[in-house]
């Protein structure tokens, strides 16, 4: 296995110190393989798409304005 080391905030390791039993190493292991399967997911989806930036940003801005429609018919 290989060594990495994370940097945190202060007022994280504050947090993190309240909770000893918790093996913080396994926590961030988790995270990144997680993280990290996901992208290989989804790199692989990519590679089979045909889909275009272009036609992703249009389908962004169609998916926006009908979430916004929605959300103005619920005030209403």
Not at 6 to 32: C, G, Q, T, Y
Not at 43 to 69: F, M, P, Y
Request: proline residues 1%; glycine residues 2%; charged residues 35%.
């Amino acid at each position: 296995m290989v060594n990495i080391t994370l940097s945190v905030s202060s007022e994280i390791k504050k947090l993190m110190d309240k909770f000893p039993e918790i093996n913080w190493s396994e926590v961030a292991r988790k995270a990144i393989s997680d993280k990290a399967m996901k992208m290989a997911i989804f790199e692989q989806i990519v590679s089979k798409s045909k889909l275009t930036e272009e036609n992703a940003l249009e389908l962004g801005r169609k998916v926006n304005k009908a979430v916004a429609k929605k959300f103005r018919e619920l005030k209403t």
